[in-house]
């Protein structure tokens, strides 16, 4: 069974080829993709920067002069069959589509095959996630355009916390807004749910058992307190803005502040937009959103750079306290996404705050960052594990297990 996985970004696009046998189960570690492409148009506007490897070892970089996602989704879905990246014969050896779609509403629990009616539901929450909604429409579509018979599958970040309990969704304004369904969705979930499910194969242990906090912690970061395999807390909520501190987003803030510039600053709704998801967070501290450069600039002594690292490590330990306390214990602390895969000052500084409850870490294990291991130290009183989230793997196991369903 060949799986086409396409996860679209608000600026980039990762799409994945996977081959997987039609019988026996699925493989419990994710197998490296037949072919996968990585279009970026954040660099410079109007071009898209396109980097494509095939597991033979072929690869093709190249600068489109576009960066309108339909042209780049159809050049680079062209180059899997043919060109020098070419992995199959034509188009119609693809047998299944999944594809990312970041808010479900709460119509979607699970992962559902593509309908006119859940294309309609996509597009109408695109009002709360105007970044990624109509970009995972927009792949959708370009499937059909090539392979209009071929079933194609939404796979939602919401579904993983659709389970939380009352409580932890319902937000304290007018009950009014629960009923027009204002209320705490969370987001990252194919990443938190990914994380739960290597983590107990990392610790050899059952899932049922393990109460976890996995930290999703990327351009966009978020929290999720996990128990007996769900999620029964996470720091996103309404939108992906709500929580931690971000690359460029500001996380969680006092709501009086919008209505402050709203009224005695002549701030627009837009401006409101644009200055809480794209000029806050680290990069609206320090000037940069990446974190690697926040640390170099720390080691140069830049006070700005200082006070972005403290104030993102002091929100963290925050949330995560939050999060201990919905799950009521710990067996484990996971650490994913690009920040929490890579930066041993941000993992150690966060695990050290918890030493009073006998967390420690192994300090040669952390500098290292090992992927898919348990860097706690001998004697620590859980495991901390670092995580590589493969969320292309987990959307190609949800179209694998649809589709043997509807076989």
């Known amino acids: 069974m060949k799986i086409l996985v396409l996860n679209a970004g608000s600026s980039s696009q990762k799409s994945r080829l996977y081959e997987l046998s039609e019988a026996g189960a699925l493989p419990e570690t994710a197998p490296a993709p037949l072919w996968q492409a990585d279009a970026d148009w954040t660099l410079h506007q109007g ?3 396109l980097k494509i490897s095939t597991a033979a070892g072929a690869i093709l ?12 989704i159809m050049h680079v879905l062209k180059t899997l069959w043919s060109g020098k990246t070419q992995v199959i014969a034509q188009a119609s050896e693809i047998d299944i589509v999944g594809h990312r779609v970041v808010h479900g509403g709460q119509e979607f629990e699970k992962s559902t095959l593509v309908t006119p009616e859940v294309k309609a539901a996509i597009l109408r929450m695109a009002a709360l996630a105007p970044a ?9 579509k370009a499937i059909e355009r090539i392979l209009p018979a071929v079933p194609q599958v939404a796979v ?4 993983f916390h659709r389970q939380m309990h009352l409580p932890a969704v319902v937000y304290p304004g007018p009950y009014e807004w629960f009923e027009q369904e204002i209320r705490r969705y969370g987001f990252h979930g194919i990443s ?4 739960t499910q290597r983590t107990a194969q990392i610790l050899g242990r059952n899932l049922e058992s393990l109460r976890l906090i996995t930290c999703h912690l990327g351009n966009g970061c978020s929290l999720a307190a996990i128990r007996h395999g769900h999620s029964v807390d996470t720091t996103m909520g309404f939108t992906p803005l709500e929580g931690l501190m971000m690359g460029s987003r500001s996380g969680s803030i006092d709501p009086g502040i919008m209505l402050y510039l709203l009224e005695q600053k002549g701030y627009t709704a837009e401006q409101l937009d644009t200055t809480l998801n794209k000029a806050s967070g680290l990069r609206g501290i320090a000037g940069s959103g990446d974190m690697r450069q926040v640390l170099r600039e720390v080691k140069e002594g830049n006070p700005r750079a200082k006070l972005a690292f ?7 330990r925050y949330y995560t306290g939050a999060m201990l306390a919905a799950l009521g214990g710990l067996d484990a602390l996971v650490f994913a996404g690009g920040i929490g895969e890579h930066s041993a000052e941000v993992r150690a500084a966060v695990v050290d705050s918890f030493a009073f409850l006998g967390l420690k870490l192994d300090g040669q294990k952390n500098a290292l960052s090992p992927a898919d291991q348990d860097i706690s130290a001998a004697g620590s009183a859980v495991p901390v594990v670092i995580v590589r989230t493969q969320e292309d793997w987990a959307i190609a196991q949800e179209c694998w297990k649809l589709a043997r369903a509807s076989a």
């Open 310 to 316: 403290d104030m993102f490590v002091y929100r963290l």
């Open 192 to 195: 938190h749910q990914y994380c």
């Open 47 to 49: 071009i898209t920067e």
């Open 156 to 159: 939602f970040d919401t579904a």
């Open 61 to 72: 970089e190249e600068n489109l002069h576009t960066d309108a996602r339909p042209e780049v």
């Open 132 to 140: 990624h909604n109509p970009a995972n429409l927009e792949g959708i």
